[in-house]
Every structure is written in structure tokens, then in C-alpha cells.
């Protein structure tokens, strides 16, 4: 039996998820449309409809696992279900990883200024930069899956226990995890390095610009607050999606404890669904299609109001 708080954070976080799937389903189908107007795919369309398809995939994993360890922990315990949900949960992790790595790389390289000349020889050839790190992910899934096979095969349920049999020391278990999640953490580290630089650049751009007008701020500089403004909440989404996955691993410590590891779901739950309105709302392609989504609604609603009106 869940008590109050636990089936109002459950509550919270089937909220998020059905917010995040249409938010990002909004951003992919706003970029395939525009790509099959266009008859173009540029490297931008595609970060943000792999970013979008992704994070699809890990709310529906994310939910769909949490709440079998919390309603029916007894699937776990029989057949290979387990098996393909850790096996779908590294490939969609990292793909999201790599995916929201490769977009702040591509916003340092397309916005940032810098007159360092390796910062100007990585700008001139973005595109192999991303294909390298393209690279990193599928070295990262070979390091990560034979991890992933040994901790299922040491640690999967048994004898029709349905509760995760934690027997090994807790630095062991630690150390497996950084093992398993090390390229997950070198994308995090790249992915802090060029946000942080790009906020750098962008400060003191803005910096500039205030220093040289008088009067009315310049809308340039406005338009680079507001791209700082978007940055640091990215940064800050990531941050607490990483949170939240630290916290759904130390459940497993302590999987008597229900409320941390519903928890450490709502708050990973977070990220995805956050970053995509904010992505709406900071793009201004993605923020006029959804202002012309809201008129059509809007328009859609008022007929029906009318309809129903005059039935009356």
C-alpha cells in the first residue's frame, strides 16, 4: 500500500511524462515537417529530432521500469525482462547523452568566439567533431554491455525472489556503476566543459555590447541574456536528471525503501520533459510553430464552443 506522499510524487511523475512526451514529440514533428518542406536535413534538424526521439524512449523506459519495481517486482523475478530493459535503458541513456553533448558542442562552436586557435580549427570543422563523437557512443555501448551482462548474471533474482538480493559491499557496487556509467560521465563532463565556455563567451559578449550602448539596451544583448538564461537551465535539468539517477541507484542499498527510489524517478523525470519547453520556447522556429499550434487550437475550440452554442 503507497502512502500519501509516495502516490503524489507517482502522480507527479505520470504527469511529467505524458507533459514530456508531447513536448518532444512536438519538436520532432516539427523538424521532420520542416525537413520534408525543405527536402533538407541539417546537422541541427538532426541532433534535435534524435534529442527528441530519445527522450520519448527514456520517459516511456523510465516509467514503464518504475513502476514495475513498485506495483509487480514479480516480472523481475522470472524470465528476461530485466535483460531487455537494462540492455534498452543503456542504449536509449546514452543516446540521450550524446545527443544533448553533441548540441551544446554545436552551440559552442556555431555561437561561442573565441580567438584560441584550437577553438577556430574545431569551429571550421564541426561536422568531423560530431562524427567523433558518434564514435565515443558505440565505444562506450562495447564497454558498457559486457558490464551489463556480468552485474545481470552475478546479481539477478533467484529462486523466485522478487527483491534484488544486494550482497556485495557498497564500494564494490559503486565502483560497478562508475564502471558501467563512465562514458555516460566523460559526455557529462564534455557536456559542462563547453557550456561552461560558452557562458563565458556569451557574458562577456554581452559585456561588451552594454559597455558600447547608452540608453535602450541593445535587443542583441537581450538576445544573448536570454540565451544565457536558457543554458543555465539546461545545466541545471542535466544536473538533476544525473541526481535522480544516483538516487534510483543507491535504491538498490536499500530496496526496502519505496519512497526514494519513487523519488529519484520523479526527479530524473525532470529533465526530459523541462529541456524540451524550454527548447520551444528558446528556438525560434519550434516557438512559432507552437504559437501557430495554440491559434489553431485555439480557433478549433471557439467553433466548438459555437457548435455547441447554437445546438443549444
Known sequence: ??????????????????????????????????????????????ILTGL????????????????????????????????????????????????????????FLKIANFSHHIFLWLKGRINRVLHLLMGSLFISWLFTFPQIVKILKDDKPRNGNAAWLFKEPKSEFFTKQILINLGVILLFTLFLITCFLLLISLWRHSRRMQL????????????????????ISFIILFILYFIG??????????????????????????????????????????KQASLRALRRFQCCSLRHRLAVTELC
Open 52 to 107: 527528441a526521439t530519445s527522450r520519448i524512449c527514456l520517459i516511456l523506459i523510465i516509467i514503464v521500469d518504475g513502476f514495475i519495481k513498485i506495483f509487480s517486482p514479480d516480472m523481475y523475478s522470472s524470465g528476461n525482462l530485466i535483460d531487455y530493459i537494462s540492455y534498452l535503458w543503456v542504449i536509449i541513456n546514452q543516446s540521450n547523452i550524446w545527443f544533448a553533448t553533441s548540441l551544446s558542442v554545436f552551440y
Open 245 to 286: 539517477i544516483a538516487i534510483e541507484i543507491a535504491h538498490f542499498t536499500a530496496p526496502e525503501n519505496k519512497l526514494l527510489f519513487i523519488f529519484g524517478m520523479t526527479t530524473t523525470v525532470v529533465y526530459p520533459w523541462g529541456h524540451s519547453f524550454i527548447l520551444i520556447l528558446g528556438n525560434s522556429k519550434l
Open 212 to 231: 558600447n550602448v547608452t540608453g535602450f539596451q541593445d535587443p542583441r544583448t537581450e538576445a544573448h541574456m536570454k540565451a544565457m538564461k536558457v543554458l
Open 1 to 46: 500500500m503507497l502512502s500519501i506522499v509516495e502516490g503524489l510524487l507517482i502522480f507527479i511523475a505520470v504527469s511529467e511524462s505524458i507533459l514530456g512526451v508531447l513536448g518532444n514529440g512536438f519538436i520532432g514533428l516539427v523538424n521532420c515537417t520542416d525537413c520534408v518542406k525543405n527536402k533538407k536535413f541539417s546537422m541541427i534538424d538532426f
